[in-house]
């Protein structure tokens, strides 16, 4: 029998990892409390509950995480949960020459922020239990910048990847435990929005980096037909929480077992030039 001293809170709830770590937390016999930004989210994360069977355990939370001031101003009145899961996030596509100084605050308040305000916000009823996880979703882009028109996506989960290490050390004397997911490409709704994002940034005839966007949205539709679904990650999740002895990193499939692997044996001219031509950015 699994020890559930507390509730787990799952940011970004509604799909993908997110979702698939609810329901399975939910299955697992844990009280589990999901994140989601609009009320038609908390009814889509209800409906997968109930066809799970595990809708008296899910408790959706319609809370934007990337808004600090209110995460902090509704905190008092959730339960002490004894484990987060900092899923939230997405992907900021475009060049760095055309992502707006907004965008990047944007993409750094949702992935890399977010979670640090979270993770405050939990661990004093951590502490006072003696007992604890704080799990940051990471990916392989936290490990290895390889993908062109992703600057900033890469620069939050690089971030992300440092301010865990360094809460790790600071948390470890209070019994609380920091475990970060590495993920590869696996289907959720994060190819879908990098997708549209590139559609919408091809548009802009004039851009010197339109063929690269081309080229994205193939790739994106070529990732969605062969990234597994997301039960793996979940799993992963999940065991990160349960175990008494969590890893301080988990890479999570093929893809980004074979890229960490590869990554520091590479010379960065041959990475460099095959990124080149994946993204059609030869000139």
């Known amino acids: 029998m699994v ?3 507390g509730p787990v809170l799952v940011t970004g709830a509604n799909s ?9 937390f939910a299955e697992r016999g844990w009280d589990t409390w999901g994140t989601v930004r609009s009320k038609a989210k908390a009814a889509a994360l209800n409906d997968a509950a109930r066809a799970t069977g595990v809708s008296d355990r899910v408790h959706p939370l319609v809370l934007d995480v990337s808004d600090h001031d209110a995460v902090v101003a509704r905190w008092p009145k959730l339960p002490p949960f004894y484990a987060v899961v900092n899923n939230a996030g997405y992907s900021e596509l475009g060049a760095v020459e055309e992502v707006s100084a907004e965008e990047a605050r944007r993409q750094l308040d949702v992935n890399l922020i977010a979670p640090a305000v979270v993770s405050s916000c939990a661990l004093p009823a951590m502490r006072e239990r003696g007992s604890g996880r704080i799990v940051m979703v990471s990916s392989i882009a936290g490990r290895a910048a390889i993908l062109p ?9 690089y971030g ?10 600071e948390v470890a004397s209070f019994g609380v435990k920091v475990a970060i997911i590495e993920p590869g490409f696996f289907k959720t709704e994060i190819e879908q929005r990098a997708k549209a994002q590139a559609a919408a940034r091809e548009a802009v005839t004039d851009s010197p980096y339109r063929k690269a966007y081309g080229r994205m949205q193939a790739t994106v539709d070529l990732i969605s037909a062969m990234a597994p679904p997301p039960g793996v990650v979940a799993r992963t999740i999940v065991s990160a929480v349960e175990s008494r002895r969590p890893l301080n990193r ?9 890229i960490a692997a590869a990554n520091p044996l590479l010379p960065r001219v041959v990475t460099d030039t095959l990124a080149r031509v994946v993204a059609d950015l030869r000139g």
Do not use: F, Q
């Open 250 to 258: 988990y890479l999570v499939g093929a893809d980004a077992l074979g």
């Open 160 to 169: 992300l990847e440092a301010l865990s290490d360094v809460l790790r050390v």
């Open 16 to 24: 993908g990892i997110g979702l698939a770590s609810t329901l399975r």
């Open 149 to 157: 028109l992703n600057a900033w996506y890469h620069a939050s989960k």
């Open 3 to 5: 020890d559930r001293p």
